[in-house]
Structures are given as C-alpha cells and as structure tokens.
C-alpha cells in the first residue's frame, strides 16, 4: 500500500543545535516533495520544494535533500532557535493528479533554550 | 507579500445545513485548492480546481462538495448537507504555474468548521 511518514515521536533539542526530521514514503514515485511548517491552529507555512532530479536545496538555515532510491527526504534546520518550534509536514506529489499533495502526519519540533 | 484569505475564521452549523467556505487566492495564481485536517490528523487533500474545472478529486469529494469560482478572486467551497464528520479545519490553498508544471502551494488560515 502507500504511504508517507515521518518520525512520529517528538523531537526535542537544544538551541544551537541542528534539527533533522525525517520524511520516508512507499509506492509513490513524487515528482517532488514540500516541506511545510504548522502552527497550533493555523495553516501550513511553505518552506522548501525540492524536485526528483535535484539532490539537496537550501534556503538560509534550512537544508532539504531528496533520495529517490531510499525512498526519504530529511529536513534540517541549522543553528536552531526555540522560535523554530512547530510542527513540520512533508507531502508529496503522487504524480499527474491535478497537483494534489499527500501529506505526512507530521514531526513535532520543540528546541529548548 | 500577498497571502491567501479565507473566510469566515469559524463556522459553527447544524447537522444537514449548508456551509460555504470562501478563500481569495494569491492573484496571479492559477491553480486552486481545498484541503481538510480533522483535529489532531493529517492535512487531507479534497480537491483540485484549474481553468474553471476539477483536476482531480479525492474520494471524501462526494456529491454534498462542490467548489465554484463565482468571479475573478474567490473560490468557494460548499457543503451541501453537513454531517458531523464533517466537522475540521479547511484549508484553501493556490500556487502558479511556472514552466509548466507544478510549483509550491501557499495556504490560507484556514475555516473551523464546528457541525453540531
């Protein structure tokens, strides 16, 4: 069957420190993954889209990469801040189905001072 | 930096009225979409909507949903007779096309539905 997931437990770590979440997926074949972060409440913030034939994207302290024959992409943010705490989802494209987007059930981030 | 909006914030219905969530998508975006998430559950793709039609549908999309780009900014999505099942955070969301295919979605706040 298919399937998207990412580490279910919570991840505590403290401030400085680099934050790695990690996203795995079975029986899809994604054009390209996101990474969103959610607020308690609110809507998923956009935060990085990395393609089939890219490796690794960065975007100020956060590094996405994508390995299409593991099956995983990891997620990390650098030089950690407790404002960084949040839940993080991945969600991919299973492929040519109008841009619909499955999403992990997501990876509670908590960095502590 | 443009966003996507929604309205009403909460809605709070009677089991078997009808609901109409409004979204304003980013203005140069073309494609438009709605997504729920259940308390406590993941984020759940409904539809997808492009040139004024359905992409693609998911099977929680039965007949009682259907989604309308009445004018040039809004796409709304109704529920024709709400069941408490129904009861979630629905999120709008758009995204452009570029190169011709697709790109980033950018997600509004969101309408709590509360069907009792």
């Known amino acids: 069957s298919q399937k998207i997931e990412q580490n279910s437990e919570a991840l505590n770590i403290q401030e400085g420190k680099t934050a790695t979440l990690t996203c795995n997926y079975t029986n899809y074949s994604p054009a390209y993954l996101q990474w969103y972060r959610q607020d308690p409440g609110r809507g998923p913030v956009f935060l990085l889209l990395?393609?089939?034939?890219?490796k690794e994207k960065r975007k100020e302290r956060l590094k996405v990469t994508f390995d299409t024959t593991l099956k995983q992409s990891l997620f990390h943010i650098t030089a950690s801040q407790p404002a960084d705490s949040a839940t993080y989802l991945c969600a991919l494209d299973p492929r040519n189905q109008g841009g619909k987007l499955i999403f992990g059930q997501g990876t509670e981030l908590s960095v502590k001072p | 930096e443009p966003e996507v909006t929604q309205t009403p914030s909460h809605q709070v219905t009677q089991m078997g009225q009808e609901v109409i969530l409004r979204c304003v998508p980013i203005?140069?975006?073309?494609?438009f979409y709605w997504y729920r998430q259940i308390l406590g559950q993941k984020v759940e793709f409904l539809v997808s909507f492009y040139n004024n039609e359905i992409s693609e549908k998911s099977e929680i999309f039965d007949d009682q949903f259907s989604v309308e780009r009445p004018d040039g900014s809004n796409f709304t999505l109704k529920i024709r007779s709400t069941k408490l099942e129904d009861s979630a955070m629905y999120f709008c969301a758009s995204s452009e096309v570029r190169l011709a295919v697709y790109n980033e979605q950018f997600f509004g706040p969101g309408t709590r539905l509360t069907v009792l």
């Open positions: 203005s140069n975006h073309l494609y």
């Open positions: 990395i393609r089939e034939n890219e």
